[in-house]
């Protein structure tokens, strides 16, 4: 059985080698660890290998773990559906927000941030897949969400997530993350964060841009919902 060590330094290969195919500077890509359903000695055990960045979809999950890992300075980014009556607790636990696809969730994080921490790092999510994917808002109302998002005085619009409808196709998966990267330079804002790729798609996400890749299965094993 591998170890979370194993994986970790076996996906960082994998990001390496995509780096490279891309002729991208090395350690441009960052890892983000999606530990959604595994418990905190996992996130334990990742730490302990070198990774600081966590990424969570449920809210109370992610909350039970923060609890039991004080001790550890690790950087929380919530990547899942937001309800608006969540916004509070995400704004006063989370560095990031990947999964932001609309005005009314962004006015709500910007005025719940606490005064104390640090603007909210925050991706707008976007829909690439059409009728495939429910979550993102549409390319169409990209330009408009995204200035407003950028005047909101706690939040720091920092870029784009995309979750493409999944295929082992590799032309497919080009050219849904380069419509991504083209959406995010049509922008005529100072962006720096694609966030994209997981841990079947990684390598195609690289190549179109990426900065942050979130990977869950490659590094903890499959997900058990039972
Ligand atoms: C679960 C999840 C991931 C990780 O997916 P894997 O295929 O397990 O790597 C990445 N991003 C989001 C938004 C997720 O919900």
Do not use: M, W
């Given at each position: 059985m591998s170890t979370i060590a194993d994986n970790i330094s076996q996906v960082r290969s994998r990001i390496?080698?995509?780096?490279?195919?891309?002729?991208?500077?090395?350690?441009?890509?960052?890892?983000?660890?999606?530990?959604?359903?595994?418990?905190?000695?996992?996130?334990?055990?990742?730490?302990?290998?070198?990774?600081?960045?966590?990424?969570?979809n449920y809210l109370q999950e992610a909350l039970g773990k923060q609890a039991e890992l004080t001790d550890l300075p690790l950087i929380w980014h919530f990547i899942g559906p937001i309800q608006s009556n969540k916004t509070r607790a995400i704004a006063e636990h989370f560095d990031w927000v990947h999964s932001v696809d609309r005005l009314k969730i962004?006015?709500?994080?910007?005025?719940?941030?606490?005064?104390?921490?640090?603007?909210?790092?925050?991706?707008?999510?976007?829909?690439?897949?059409?009728?495939?994917?429910?979550?993102?808002?549409?390319?169409?109302?990209?330009?408009?969400?995204?200035?407003?998002?950028?005047?909101?005085?706690?939040l720091k619009l920092r870029g784009l997530m995309a979750i493409p409808e999944p295929t082992e196709d590799r032309a497919a998966q080009d050219a849904a993350f380069a419509a991504v990267q083209r959406l995010q330079a049509s922008l005529d804002l100072p962006l720096d964060t694609l966030s994209m790729g997981m841990s079947h798609d990684l390598e195609s996400a690289i190549a179109q841009g990426a900065t942050w890749v979130r990977i869950g299965t490659a590094l903890f094993g499959a997900r058990d919902y039972s």
């Open positions: 390496h080698a995509a780096e490279l195919a891309a002729q991208r500077a090395g350690h441009s890509v960052h890892l983000l660890a999606v530990s959604k359903t595994k418990p905190a000695p996992a996130l334990r055990e990742a730490y302990a290998a070198g990774l600081r960045d966590f990424g969570e962004a006015q709500r994080l910007s005025e719940q941030r606490p005064a104390e921490l640090p603007p909210l790092n925050i991706c707008i999510q976007v829909n690439v897949s059409g009728e495939a994917s429910k979550s993102g808002c549409t390319p169409a109302d990209l330009p408009a969400l995204a200035e407003a998002i950028s005047a909101l005085p706690r």
